[in-house]
């Protein structure tokens, strides 16, 4: 079938099988799904526009109104909170229009789609809708995120949706890191940090301040929205809520953050709480708060999140055409991110996009090493730990909350654990700076894992890896400040290439000029 066909209106006829419940199908309203735990009649619209030729909208319409007009009345994809790695005989369930954050055990929640649904099309069928849609400024698929609406929140109106047009992040060939420093030709870095407020996070906010942009206007009692924050997260919820004129809170570690980042929430308008405690006392500070106040939880213990992020990985194999990469590296700290990657990769194998999903690999601040000690313990014994200062400052974290679901992810991807030393990490991201990358001091503990696990032979020459960069390398500057000036009390500073101090006059200009060209490489 030509893709045209599936996409624009008057092509549809081509169809031979036309479909009554394809999701870009323009037909009059269907009933709507019976999902057990819904609690609305949501209709919803996830209809694509239609495909060229598209004529311009008139000066008094807005991408929104565009899209309105081009809503159809309702779909059968649905999703709802289940238990997290529930058992099949488990009924517990909620709506997503509920306010919940845990099972009646206590334990954590999941997003569950109806995949059977999302099964009524093929693989072949989702990957050209998905590729369709990339970067267009068509409301709301323009997004990376809402580009995969239909496995994300299939039931929000696109009118409720809250977006910067996140996600479609580079994903970039770390041609001469790769050569230089670890004989790799196939080695990419995901810059899930040059987005719009510097982080992944805003790929999991756009989804969660959708919903509580929906939850507000259905009267649900949220006031705001909270968060405890070593920084990213923050800066992602107080962006996306000041967008949508909603209240944000934030509570975040006094002076554990940098400054780049406490300015971010600051800058957009959040209540920002600095409280003398670390992330670990603030993340059990907002527990308490946000189950008293109707203040909404916005931290990835919120399940919402991690649908978002979990697109980033679909990105990643659309990049590569389908293609499955060996190796997945995601460094990690309250670990719902690598359950998330888990999460996007499984589903498209399971959709029939691609037949195998990646190895993960968990890579964590030995400053901060929870899940690495549970590991190395063969998964026999977990124990949250005080995590101790590192560069990798947003991943100071010693009691993660999604710990249940990065062990699910680890075991089901055949994944490793690594850590590495604040040495280790500084070193490698120097090194990738040196190679024209700009990285945050978490990808650099990635890259740590990378190079051990290069060294042990575990990760091949010409494995295809991909190395997730989690956030914007200007949001730690002063951590690069302290390296290149060799200011850090017992780290050589390898890498560091400090500024020369020379004198306003030819001569010495010159000769620390000639010095330097005579020892530089001739050759690439
Ligand atoms: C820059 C950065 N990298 C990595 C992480 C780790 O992600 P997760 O908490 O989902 O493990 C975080 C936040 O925790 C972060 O802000
Ligand atoms: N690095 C995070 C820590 C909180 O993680 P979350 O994903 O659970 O919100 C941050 O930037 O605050």
């Known amino acids: 079938m030509a893709l045209s066909s599936l996409f624009h209106p008057s092509l549809?006829?081509?169809n031979p099988k036309p479909n009554p419940s394809h999701p870009n199908a323009v037909t009059k309203h269907r009933p709507a799904p019976i999902v057990k735990c819904a609690t609305s009649s949501t209709t919803s619209s996830n209809s694509p526009p239609p495909l060229s030729?598209?004529?311009?909208?008139?000066?008094?319409?807005?991408?929104?109104?565009?899209?309105?007009?081009?809503?159809v009345a309702s779909n059968n994809f649905s999703a709802k909170y289940v238990p997290f790695?529930?058992?099949?005989?488990?009924?517990?369930?909620?709506?997503?229009?509920?306010?919940?954050?845990?099972?009646?055990?206590?334990?954590?929640l999941d997003v569950q789609h109806d995949i059977n649904a999302l099964k009524t099309f093929d693989g072949a069928y989702w990957r050209q809708l998905f590729d369709s849609r990339v970067g267009k400024t068509t409301w709301p698929y323009g997004s990376g995120v809402w580009s995969k609406k239909e496995w994300v929140l299939p039931e929000i109106d696109d009118d409720d949706i809250v977006s910067a047009f996140e996600g479609n992040s580079n994903l970039f060939w770390a041609e001469r890191f790769g050569k230089q420093f670890l004989?790799?030709?196939?080695?990419?870095?995901?810059?899930?940090?040059?987005?719009?407020?510097?982080?992944?996070?805003?790929?999991?906010?756009?989804?969660?301040?959708?919903?509580?942009?929906?939850?507000?206007?259905?009267?649900?009692?949220?006031?705001?929205?909270?968060?405890?924050?070593?920084?990213?997260?923050?800066?992602?919820?107080?962006?996306?809520?000041?967008?949508?004129?909603?209240?944000?809170?934030v509570f975040l570690p006094a002076n554990k953050i940098s400054m780049a980042q406490l300015v971010q929430p600051i800058a957009n308008g959040a209540f920002v709480l600095s409280i003398d405690t670390d992330f670990d006392g603030c993340m059990k500070l907002i527990r308490e708060i946000t189950s008293e106040l109707p203040i909404y939880l916005a931290n990835s213990l919120n399940s919402l999140r991690l649908e978002g992020q979990k697109t980033a990985a679909i990105e990643i194999l659309q990049q590569f055409d389908w293609e499955v990469p060996d190796w997945v590296i995601v460094p990690g700290g309250n670990l719902g991110n690598i359950y998330a990657f888990y999460k996007g990769f499984r589903m498209c194998q399971e959709l029939g996009l691609v037949d195998r999903i990646p190895r993960l690999v968990c890579a964590q601040a030995a400053n901060a090493n929870p899940l690495y000690l549970y590991y190395k313990s063969g998964w026999k014994d977990f124990n949250p730990v005080k995590a101790n200062s590192t560069f990798a400052s947003a991943i100071q974290i010693g009691d993660p909350v999604s710990i249940d679901r990065a062990v699910f992810a680890l075991k089901n991807s055949d994944g490793i654990v690594e850590e590495a030393s604040e040495e280790e990490l500084m070193d490698a991201m120097a090194q990738a700076d040196s190679t024209g990358m700009f990285i945050c001091p978490h990808t650099g503990v990635a890259l740590t894992a990378l190079i051990k696990l290069r060294k042990s032979g575990v990760i091949g020459a010409s494995d295809r890896t991909v190395v997730v960069s989690t956030a914007h390398g200007l949001k730690f500057t002063q951590s690069k400040i302290d390296y290149h000036?060799?200011?850090?009390?017992?780290?050589?500073?390898?890498?560091?290439?400090?500024?020369?101090?020379?004198?306003?006059d030819f001569g010495s200009v010159m000769d620390v000029l000639k010095n330097f060209l005579?020892?530089?490489?001739?050759?690439?």
């Open 12 to 14: 549809s006829s081509l």
């Open 53 to 71: 030729p598209k004529v311009r909208r008139s000066a008094d319409e807005n991408i929104r109104d565009e899209a309105r007009r081009h809503r």
């Open 85 to 108: 790695n529930a058992g099949f005989d488990s009924t517990e369930c909620y709506s997503l229009e509920e306010i919940v954050y845990r099972s009646r055990s206590g334990g954590l």
């Open 183 to 249: 004989g790799m030709n196939d080695l990419w870095v995901k810059h899930c940090g040059i987005s719009h407020t510097g982080s992944f996070k805003d790929l999991g906010m756009t989804v969660l301040v959708s919903q509580v942009n929906r939850l507000r206007k259905l009267k649900r009692p949220v006031v705001g929205v909270g968060c405890a924050s070593t920084g990213d997260t923050s800066a992602a919820l107080s962006a996306y809520c000041a967008s949508a004129g909603i209240p944000s809170i």
């Open 485 to 504: 000036s060799k200011a850090i009390p017992d780290m050589a500073c390898r890498f560091a290439n400090p500024p020369v101090q020379v004198k306003a």
């Open 518 to 524: 005579l020892k530089a490489p001739k050759d690439k």
